[in-house]
């Protein structure tokens, strides 16, 4: 199982907000650079990154603070604010390995169909779920889609990894929402990898979701945040724990 240490930038720094609200902000690093360079030392593959600006204004503002941590070496996966094909093509043009589709795959499976065409594995889509139902715009909108159904039609187009976030969970510090993970890697086809996101508070969690992940071989990793942040454990005590 893959960790993903996640990095999400606000005004060009490194932030967490508590179930995604922008009143709830915690500072953690003024150059999100700095702590990616953490990770890598720590001997990370990917870094989950999001631009929260382009999540709540629908068009990435902080693609200098982005390419600079692509520059470390490290493979990374970007959302917030990729809703259109030049968004995406800027992205991985400056070294970024893998879009992930939030708002815009919730409003148009052939943008996402045409995404997955061009690109292929490069094309994720992200889930974001309150209470079952899709939730878009930076969490600030609920739609009336159910997580699951959206997830198997984005199957279906051929997209190769989902990232399920139960917002319930994120940055709760509570412990992921194992049920809710498990039922999401069942319903898509096997070739569709699941990355869970929101919850894991301690490092229990990540050996639960390890062990989920040998029953349901397509939960593919795990994004940890706040509790690497919070320092309740360290990135290579994850990576350690997720054989």
């Given amino acids: 199982m893959t960790i993903y240490p996640a990095i999400d930038i606000k005004g060009g720094r490194c932030v967490r907000l508590t179930q995604g609200r922008a009143d709830q902000e915690t500072v953690y690093f003024e150059n999100p650079a700095e702590v990616a360079t953490t ?16 999540a709540f204004t629908g068009e990435p503002q902080n693609f200098s603070k982005v390419q600079a941590i692509a520059a470390l070496g490290m ?3 970007l959302g917030g604010g ?3 094909r030049a968004t995406v093509e800027r992205a991985l043009a400056i070294g970024v390995s893998r879009v992930v589709i939030g708002t815009r795959a919730a409003e148009s499976e052939v943008f996402v169909g045409e ?3 061009v690109f292929g ?27 699951i159904d959206l997830a198997k039609r984005m199957s279906m187009l051929g997209v190769r990894t ?7 969970t994120d940055g709760m510090m509570t412990g992921p929402n194992l049920p809710a993970q498990e039922a999401m ?15 894991v508070s301690q490092l229990s969690d990540v050996v639960a979701l390890n062990a989920l ?22 990135v290579a005590e994850a990576i350690g724990v997720a054989v």
């Fill in 39 to 54: 990770f890598k030392q720590a001997s990370g593959e990917w870094i989950h990154v999001v631009d929260l600006d382009g």
């Fill in 75 to 77: 493979k990374v996966q």
């Fill in 82 to 84: 990729m809703r259109t």
């Fill in 115 to 117: 995404l997955v065409q």
């Fill in 121 to 147: 594995d490069k094309i994720a889509v992200g889930i974001d779920a309150k209470n079952g139902r899709v939730a878009v715009k930076g969490w600030v909108d609920t739609t009336g889609t159910g997580a």
């Fill in 162 to 168: 989902i990232i399920y976030t139960d917002i319930g």
């Fill in 185 to 199: 890697a069942k319903a898509v086809s096997g070739k569709t990898q699941i990355i869970a996101s929101g919850g």
């Fill in 213 to 234: 992940s040998k029953r349901q071989t397509n939960l593919d990793g795990v994004i940890i945040g706040k509790a690497i942040y919070e320092k309740r454990f360290t």
